[in-house]
């Protein structure tokens, strides 16, 4: 019989989520972010990992500009045709899917219509996730955007009051 104090706990403390980070990988992430857009710009990731009975595990990243190095010459996040066949390499050599995107935006986390038309991965049930404010830290779950694509440009809101019922980013993921 397998158990985990861990597991157990976290269904407790985030009964409903439905994508779980670990606090600290959590922190790196934003802070690359913040680091990679220098407070000026967009920037922004796909966040991989595995997913187990309808749960997701953020467990790596690969961060756009790694795979289009004029990720964000515009100003906001573009990626060429190219840069998806090489996320799909990087997810078969880490044996990994995509979880989520996560990009940021310097105001509020809302979704632009360009968001809105444009879904880094048109795939039912993808998550996209805006951080504002460049990913200054400190950030609240509750002013994350978080959204679930539902195909034919249509999207499910998932922010706040869901986003900490919805992503998990606590000490016990």
Known sequence: MSFSIKATIRALVAPDHRITCNARLWRQIVRELE????????SGAFLLGQEV?????????????????????SGVCALRGDAFAKLWAECRKRKLTVVADIHTHGG???QSSSDKANPMVARHGHVAIIVPEFAAWPIQAERLGIYEYRGQHEWTDRTHPKARRFLYTGFWS
């Open 35 to 42: 680091r990679r857009g220098r407070r000026r710009h967009e």
């Open 53 to 73: 009975n309808g749960r997701r595990e953020v467990t790596d990243t690969v961060y756009y500009d790694e795979l289009d190095a004029n990720a964000y010459a």
């Open 108 to 110: 509020a986390a809302y």
